[in-house]
């Protein structure tokens, strides 16, 4: 089975900009979440969707939304990019998203936004 | 919400040595805690798990000890390696909730 994969892998803009980043869970997978990743910060979690609704979010600003597609596919966006918005975005897949209940939860390799 | 603490946030070790990572949580309600590995430029990957219904849990080299009723967890990583030197995280999460929060994680360095 492909693992979760995130394109683009390296993305460079400039403050004011807008970004969309993308998340292909595996298959078979529903649930999607994403994380920030910062020197500073960590991994924070920012929010997770399942059959295309965010079930659960993290304490990020509006800027930050998400959506996803019937494939379960997903994306989110960040508008007015911020120099502090730059961080490897990491999305993470679980088949509904059971995770204390006997699910795992897999990383894609990131996506890392360095905003100018 | 839940707050995750991680001590050491360095720890050096000598090959062949064990290896002890702490966690606490603030959040009661928390039963699922897994442990990543991130190697450098990698994707952080799940090495070992437990739930609340159990106290601890191993897997080859690696164990987890879960105390609920002290709120901590702790990773054991016994005969290091070269290969084990990577960032670890701690993590926990409540049950019917997805969100994980991590601890600020440690940076094992195995000696040889």
């Known amino acids: 089975k492909a693992g979760v994969t995130q394109t683009p892998r390296y993305l460079i803009k400039t403050r004011g900009q807008q970004v969309t980043l993308s998340c292909s869970p595996i298959?078979?997978?529903?649930?999607v979440s994403w994380y920030q990743q910062t020197p500073g910060q960590g991994l924070q979690f920012l929010f997770e969707y399942f059959s295309e609704t965010q079930r659960n979010k993290g304490n990020f600003p509006g800027r930050f939304s998400g959506r996803q597609f019937s494939n379960s596919r997903s994306e989110m966006n960040v508008s007015t990019l911020e120099l502090g918005d730059s961080a490897l975005y990491l999305c993470?897949?679980?088949?509904?998203?059971?995770?204390?209940?006997?699910?795992?939860?897999?990383f894609g390799p990131g996506t890392r936004l360095l905003v100018l | 919400g839940e707050n995750v603490e991680q001590h050491p946030s360095t720890l050096s070790v000598q090959e062949g040595d064990s290896a002890v990572i702490k966690c606490t949580y603030s959040?009661?309600?928390?039963?699922?805690f897994p442990w990543y590995k991130q190697e450098l430029g990698k994707r952080p990957q799940l090495i070992i798990d437990?739930?609340?219904?159990?106290g601890e849990k191993k897997d080859q080299r690696i164990a987890v000890t879960l105390n609920k009723t002290a709120k901590h967890f702790s990773l054991h990583i016994t005969e290091t390696q070269p290969e084990d030197s990577a960032v670890y995280f701690c993590?926990?999460?409540?049950?019917?909730?997805?969100?994980?929060?991590f601890g600020t994680g440690t940076r094992l360095t195995i000696i040889p």
């Open positions: 993470a897949s679980s088949l509904v998203g059971g995770l204390a209940s006997g699910e795992t939860q897999y």
């Open positions: 993590a926990a999460t409540p049950f019917g909730n997805e969100k994980l929060t």
């Open positions: 959040d009661s309600a928390s039963n699922y």
């Open positions: 298959s078979g997978h529903r649930s």
């Open positions: 437990i739930r609340s219904n159990v």
